[in-house]
Nanobody, 122 residues
C-alpha cells in the first residue's frame, strides 16, 4: 500500500492550498480517508476525514469553515482544500487510510503517507 501526499509548500497567510493524496495497493472505496497534521513539538492531530465510500466529512474545529475534504474513488485520490491559511496551520500534513469502524484518531488508521510540509508565513 502506498499513499503519496503532495501539494505542500511555502505560502503566505491568507493564501489557499490544495493537498492531494494518491493511493495505490488498496481497495480505495473500502477505506475511510483522513488528513492529519503534526507541527513541531506537537502531537499529530486530525484535520479532516471522509467516510468510505464517500460523504459525512468531519473537520477539526480549528479548520472548520476553511477546509474541504473530498475524494475521487475512481482515481483513488483524496484532497484537502485549505483556505485562509495562517501560521498556525504550519505543519507536516499526512494522508491516511482506515478500515476501522472509527476514523477520528491516528490509532484508527492503518496506512500512512510520507507527509507534505505546509509552511505559512505571516
Amino acid at each position: 500500500v502506498q499513499l503519496q501526499a503532495s501539494g505542500g509548500g511555502l505560502v503566505q497567510a491568507g493564501d489557499s492550498l490544495r493537498l492531494s493524496c494518491a493511493a495505490s495497493g488498496l481497495t480505495f472505496p473500502n477505506y475511510h480517508m483522513g488528513w492529519f497534521r503534526q507541527a513541531p513539538g506537537k502531537e499529530r492531530e486530525l484535520v479532516a476525514a471522509i467516510r468510505r465510500p464517500g460523504g459525512n466529512p468531519l473537520y477539526a474545529d480549528s479548520v472548520k469553515g476553511r477546509a474541504t475534504i473530498s475524494r475521487n474513488n475512481a482515481k483513488a485520490m483524496v484532497y484537502l482544500q485549505m483556505n485562509m491559511l495562517s501560521p498556525d496551520d504550519t505543519a507536516v500534513y499526512y494522508c491516511a487510510a482506515s478500515m476501522n469502524i472509527y476514523y477520528t484518531l491516528p490509532a484508527h488508521y492503518k496506512f500512512w503517507g510520507q507527509g507534505t510540509l505546509v509552511t505559512v508565513s505571516s
